[in-house]
């Protein structure tokens, strides 16, 4: 027996399934089962004492309901007005949807019954004496009162909550009484009586005193309530206390694990509690059921061990009988020379494995075969060296470009095979890989007979014969070299070409804006090579990247050129115009970046502003007559009221009257005169957010007087939208197509409409032929009713000098002009005509968001006229010198006339500081006024001067203000206005001695 437990693998697995056995028996009694049965316990009292904490929650969230409930009746308006019926019916309704309280009742302050519908009796009577108590708290609190269990008139017993009845005033008037009965069929007798059949607990409820209300387990009879006193049990105490817990107490001579919570509203108790024997019955039960549910496993999973390890062993069982009987490929003398344990006959069945290890190694020379074809007919050169640099092994590719015999070869070194100029820095490659373990560069090999062959080496290290060495593939670059070789020398013609070319031709990286290259007639424009810095800094004095960059716009979401962009503006550098194309081209790195050819287009730009001037001289040729006209009305009025100024100079209220005549109509001929110059001054063309219907209306009132009145005028100018646009390019627009307008209507007269209104073009909406971007845009729309234009026609009238007028009548510039400022504004325009049915034009220009520059005038009543300083005045007209100094004087001012510059100078020259304040005319002969104000400012850079002038090609506002004149004023001037500018120049002044 002894030798089959310990001298075979069966008997050693059967001891081992034993003795595992009783191990995990040993550890199920002494360890697990009583775990199990503490952990039971456990569960089965923090399960108890979850269920009371829930039950007790439940009843607190009722009764709080319950209260809520309770305080929105008493604030009723039905219950507030303290009218009977209504109350009664408010009530009864209440009381027969309500299913927590049994009844409700209202009481004034005596304690008398003022509704009481489920008692009617009772109205109007007292209650006891005895029971003012709960009246006098009621009414002394300010919140709800809870009421502990007490008998009733009636006499059941009852409990419940009051509450105060308020007036709009806030007044205590009442209080509404909710009557909870304690009895056998209420709410909480029914939540109390469920706990036994839904957990099998019991559970009781007991009030502030004591008292027993309603119990799961037993029917109480509420007519001896007092004798159910539970104030003598651990629970109820803790509970009263408003403790909460779990604790075990003897009641009913047993042992009695019990959960006891406050119910806090009330200063009731709820206990739920069963008997601790039960508990520990439970737990043991269950516990010995899981050890036998263990314990059946273990020994289920021992038996099948055992079979699974039976299974297991068997064919060696199997295979000793096979060597044993002999039935095996190899003789049988072979098996007979081992031994003949199990262990002996394992080994031979091992000695058997050499065929199989024969086998695997004739495959692993099968592989190695495979691997070195692949080896030798690789593309690139492949060597192995150590780290001294002793070659190893080689491909059939190395040994090809390099002309050296295999044995030859691998008896080099590394630093044999390299240039001379690159084989001193071999050890330091080989140390650098060692470290890196790759690396990847270019070097120089030569061959045996000597030439050197340009090669890219990428090495690694590996393990080769149980030692660290390097893997190096070698490939020829010389057909690369050459490829490269070519690609710059076409580089270098490209770049030959572009010097040649006499525009400004600039390569930019697309992604870090860095130059890369700038032809010859750049680099001279420039006055330098920028090569290497960034293109927003040098070529425009920007902080960063321009606003309209076309970077972004050169490449499309797949990496391709979108093709050429053309653009142009004013190089803020050289002060030039330029159009530029712009594209992506491949640069010798093979990298994408933006090829810029730039012309300079300064002189079409100064040819195109002179065709504008022209085409707006010969629009005011056109509106001679009617300014002609306007002028003569305008003067007839001042001749007339002057006329009449004399013939009234005893009365000097009709004078004063037919002056204010003649000055309005000075003033009429200055706007006049204004319109005039704003529509004929050439000046640069600087675009700001300006209120189209404004200019638009200017214009069309200087064309009503030329317009003949057979020609009705008809406007409907709806849109104050801004554009971005000059005011004069807008007269431009409105004063050639209206003009055109009335030619094409002088003889049958007819009708002219002038609209503006708003739209929006959406992607569905534009056009192809015109190329909108979607949009808001104005909508400029002139129509006539004149003959029309032919088909033929139509295609050309935007043609610069086609014209349709005879000789003499028109240079065929207008609609060229309207084009281009149409075009040079984003924005597009329409003709629609036919013979005989008019012509409709449609001018769309987009709409931008921004301020407009608005002046407010001050108060003129803020402003005072009169002051004591001295004023020189400069003018040659002798007429308005006299009358300046007449009124300048009255005002209190010292004045002193002087009719030409030269003269001004040199009495200025005698005494600088004389003069608190220089007011110049611009045109006079011998010294004009800026030259006057340049010579005064050398003088006295602090003297303040004011410059006023007609018209001058040569100076305006801002030019003024720029080289030191403090202000700038426009004649025809009116001399109270005048006197305005005076006082507020001369107070600034003070102002800024001060300072």
């Known amino acids: 027996m002894i030798n089959f437990l310990f001298h075979s693998i069966k008997g050693k697995l059967l001891f081992a399934f034993f003795f595992l056995l009783g ?53 009723l308006q039905q219950i507030v007005s303290i009218y009977k019926t209504s109350m009664n019916e408010t009530i009864t309704a209440i009381n027969n949807s309500n299913h927590f309280f049994n009844y409700y009742f209202v009481m004034d302050k005596q304690g008398k019954w003022l509704s009481y519908p489920t008692h009617p009796e009772l109205i109007g009577k007292t209650i006891p004496a005895e029971n003012m108590g709960w009246v006098n708290k009621t009414f002394k609190s300010e919140k709800t009162v809870f009421l502990d269990v007490v008998k009733s008139k009636l006499g059941t017993l009852v409990s419940g909550f009051s509450t105060q009845i308020r007036n709009k005033e806030n007044k205590t008037i009442a209080l509404l009484r909710s009557v909870f009965v304690i009895s056998e069929n209420n709410v909480l007798v029914r939540l109390i009586e469920n706990t036994q059949t839904i957990k099998g607990y019991h559970a009781y409820l007991v009030s502030s005193d004591g008292w027993l209300i309603a119990q799961s387990n037993q029917k109480l009879n509420y007519k001896e309530f007092n004798s159910y006193s539970m104030m003598g049990y651990k629970p109820v105490i803790n509970a009263l206390k408003g403790q909460s817990g779990i604790t075990s107490y003897a009641y009913e ?76 490929d190899m003789a049988s003398d072979q098996a007979s020379s081992f031994p003949k344990d199990e262990i002996g006959q394992l080994a031979f069945q091992y000695s058997r494995l050499y065929s199989d290890l024969y086998r695997t190694n004739d495959l692993i020379r099968r592989s190695e075969n495979k691997f070195r074809t692949l080896f030798n007919n690789a593309s690139d050169a492949i060597y192995i060296h150590d780290l001294e640099g002793n070659l190893l092994e080689a491909n059939q590719k190395a040994f090809d470009y390099s002309g050296y015999e295999r044995d030859e070869l691998l008896n080099m070194k590394v630093t044999d095979i390299d240039a001379p100029e ?71 013609r490209f770049l030959t070409v572009l010097d040649g070319i006499d525009a400004t031709i600039c390569v930019l990286d697309i992604d ?64 030039k115009w330029y159009v530029n194309y712009d594209r992506a081209i491949e640069w010798t790195d093979g990298r994408l970046v933006k090829l810029q050819i730039a012309t300079d287009i300064t002189d079409f730009k100064i040819m195109e502003a002179q065709l504008h001037q022209a085409q707006k001289m010969e629009a005011i040729g056109t509106l001679s007559g009617g ?9 007839s009025g001042i001749f007339g009221f002057s006329q009449l100024a004399k013939t009234h100079i005893d009365h000097p209220e009709k004078a004063k009257k037919d002056i204010d005549q003649i000055i309005t109509g000075a003033q009429r001929a200055t706007e006049l005169v204004q319109q005039i110059l704003a529509f004929s001054r050439q000046s640069e063309s600087l675009k700001y957010p300006l ?37 004069t390019q807008i007269h431009q627009i409105v004063m050639n197509l209206c003009t055109n307008a009335y030619h094409a209507m002088s003889e049958t007269g007819g009708f002219l409409f002038i609209s503006l209104k708003e739209i929006v073009f959406s992607k569905k909406d534009c056009v192809p032929e015109l190329n909108i971007v979607p949009g808001k845009y104005l909508d400029l729309e002139i129509s006539d009713t004149g003959h029309g234009i032919d088909s033929m026609i139509l295609q050309k009238i ?42 409709t034009f449609h001018v769309y220009l987009p709409i931008v968001d921004g301020p407009l520059a608005i002046h407010i005038p001050e108060n003129e009543g803020k402003t005072p006229l009169s002051g004591q300083e001295t004023i020189m005045f400069v003018d040659d007209e002798e007429a308005l010198r006299e009358v300046t100094h007449d009124i300048l004087k009255g005002f209190g001012y010292t004045v002193h006339t002087l009719s030409s510059g030269p003269k001004a100078f040199e009495t200025y020259n005698e005494d600088p500081c004389r003069f608190d304040l220089v007011v110049t005319d611009m045109t006079m002969p011998g010294m004009t006024g800026l030259e006057l104000s340049q010579r005064i400012l050398e003088l006295r850079p602090e003297q303040p001067i004011v410059l006023c002038t007609g018209y001058s090609e040569t100076i305006d506002r801002e030019k003024a203000l720029s080289i030191g004149i403090t202000e700038y004023v426009e004649k025809p001037m009116i001399i109270k206005e005048l006197a305005k500018v005076i006082r507020k120049v001369l107070d600034e002044a003070k102002g800024s001695a001060q300072r």
């Open 253 to 328: 001579d047993k042992l009695w694990l019990a959960a006891f919570y406050p119910i806090n509203i009330t200063n009731w108790g709820l206990i739920v509690q069963q008997p601790l024997k039960n508990i520990i019955l439970e737990a043991k039960a269950e516990a010995r059921f899981i050890t036998f549910i263990i314990l059946s496993c273990f020994c289920i999973s021992l038996f099948i061990a055992a079979i699974v390890v039976q299974k297991a062993i068997s064919p060696l069982f199997k295979l000793v009988k096979h060597i044993q009987s002999g039935k095996i």
């Open 422 to 492: 690159s084989a001193a820095v071999v050890q330091s490659r080989i140390e650098k890989v060692n470290h890196d373990e790759k690396l990847i560069f270019e070097s120089l090999h030569r061959t045996k007979t000597g030439d050197l062959i340009p090669v890219e080496i990428s090495s690694r290290t590996i393990e080769y014969d149980d030692q660290k060495a390097i893997l190096s593939v070698v490939r020829d670059l010389t057909e690369r070299k050459k490829a490269e070789d070519a690609l710059k020398e076409s580089h270098k």
């Open 23 to 75: 191990i995990a028996l040993l550890f199920q009694f002494a360890y697990i089962a009583p775990t199990l049965q503490k952990r039971k316990i456990e569960g089965i009292t923090k399960s108890q004492d979850n269920f009371a904490k829930y039950l007790a929650s439940d009843i607190n969230s009722r009764i709080e309901e319950a209260i809520k409930e309770l305080e929105e009746i008493a604030s």
């Open 627 to 635: 300014i002609a006209h306007d002028f003569n009305n305008i003067l």
């Open 691 to 727: 209120e189209a219907s404004v200019v638009i209306k200017e214009t069309l009132k200087l064309l009503r007087s030329t317009i003949p009145s057979t020609i009705a005028i008809k406007e409907n100018i709806v849109s104050k939208a801004k554009i971005l646009a000059v005011p």
């Open 512 to 575: 870090t804006y860095q130059i890369l290259f700038m032809n010859k007639y750049m680099i001279e424009s420039f006055g330098n090579d920028m090569t290497g810095k960034l293109c927003w800094d040098i070529f425009r004095g920007e902080s960063g990247p321009c606003r309209h960059c076309t970077n972004e716009q050169l490449i499309d979401a797949k990496g391709e050129p979108t093709g050429v962009i053309v653009w142009q503006d004013k190089n803020p550098i050289t002060g």
């Open 798 to 839: 935007f043609d610069p000098y086609f014209t349709t007028k005879e000789p003499g009548k028109g240079t065929g510039l207008g609609l060229a002009v309207i084009f281009g400022i149409v075009k040079e504004s984003k924005g597009h325009i329409t003709v629609h005509s036919e013979p005989g049915q008019g012509s």
